[in-house]
C-alpha cells in the first residue's frame, strides 16, 4: 500500500472516493482486470482558472527538457527524453519563477498506455499521454492551469480538445479533470488479456491495440 498517497487521500478526498480507489485496485489485482475512462477537455467546457503572476505556461523547447533531465526531482531522464523528441512528442509546461513546476507530454500518434497495449486516437484531437508535477508545487493546481493553457494552443492549431486516458481507480485524477472541465467520454478495459472500448470512446475516434515487442503500431 502507499502510505502517502493514503495520507494525501484521507486529507484531501472523502471516504466514499477512498473506499472506490482501493476497490477498484483490489478488482483489478484479484481479477487481472484494469479499467480505464476516457477524459475529453474542450474550450466549450473547459472551467478556466486565472494564471497566477509569476507562472508562465508553454512548450518546453528540447534545450530546456535536456537541461532539465539533469536536475534532481524533474521527473525525466536523459535517454527518454531524447527517445520521446525523436518520437515527435511535444512537451508543454508550467513554469514558476522559472522552474519547470508541472508538466504534460502530448503524443502525435498511438501513444503506450500499459505493458504492450497502445492507445490509437482521432488526430482531430491532442492526446495528452502523461503529466507530472514537482513534488514541492502539488496542490497548486498547476496541472490544471498547464492543460487549460495547452488547450488554447491546441485549439489554435485545429484541434477539437484534448484526450486523456485513466485509470477508473484513480480518484485523485478524476476529482482533478472534473474540475478542469473534463467530460468523461467512455470506458476502456483490458479484461483477462483481452482489449475493449466502449461505444463512446469509438466515437471519438479512441481505441486499445496490442502492439508486439512493445513497439508503437504503425
Avoid at 514558476?96 to 497502445?118: C, E, I
Avoid at 494552443?153 to 486516458?165: C, D, K, M, N
Amino acid at each position: 500500500m502507499n502510505l502517502g498517497y493514503l495520507r494525501h487521500a484521507i486529507t484531501h478526498q472523502s471516504l466514499g472516493q477512498v473506499v472506490s480507489h482501493y476497490a477498484y485496485r483490489s478488482i483489478q489485482r484479484l481479477f487481472d482486470v484494469s479499467i480505464f475512462r476516457c477524459l475529453l477537455v474542450q474550450d466549450r467546457t473547459v472551467i478556466r482558472n486565472p494564471v497566477p503572476s509569476g507562472t508562465d505556461c508553454r512548450f518546453v523547447t528540447a534545450d530546456r527538457l535536456r537541461q532539465e533531465a539533469a536536475v534532481t526531482g524533474s521527473g525525466l531522464d536523459a535517454e527518454e527524453v531524447e527517445r520521446l523528441l525523436k518520437s515527435g512528442e511535444e512537451c508543454f509546461g508550467a513554469f514558476v519563477d522559472g522552474v519547470l513546476a508541472s508538466y504534460l507530454w502530448f503524443s502525435p500518434g498511438p501513444a503506450h498506455l500499459v505493458d504492450d497495449v497502445f492507445v490509437r486516437f482521432d488526430p482531430a484531437y491532442a492526446y495528452s499521454r502523461w503529466a507530472f508535477t514537482r513534488s514541492e508545487y502539488r496542490g497548486k493546481q498547476l496541472h490544471a492551469l498547464c492543460k487549460q493553457s495547452a488547450l488554447d494552443e491546441f485549439t489554435a492549431r485545429g484541434r477539437l480538445g484534448i484526450i486523456s486516458v485513466v485509470y477508473a481507480w484513480n480518484s485523485h485524477s478524476l476529482s482533478a479533470a472534473a474540475k478542469l472541465g473534463c467530460v468523461r467520454v467512455g470506458l476502456l478495459g483490458i479484461v483477462w488479456g483481452k482489449l475493449w472500448t466502449s461505444k463512446n470512446c469509438r466515437r471519438v475516434g479512441l481505441c486499445l491495440e496490442r502492439s508486439p515487442n512493445g513497439k508503437i503500431p504503425i
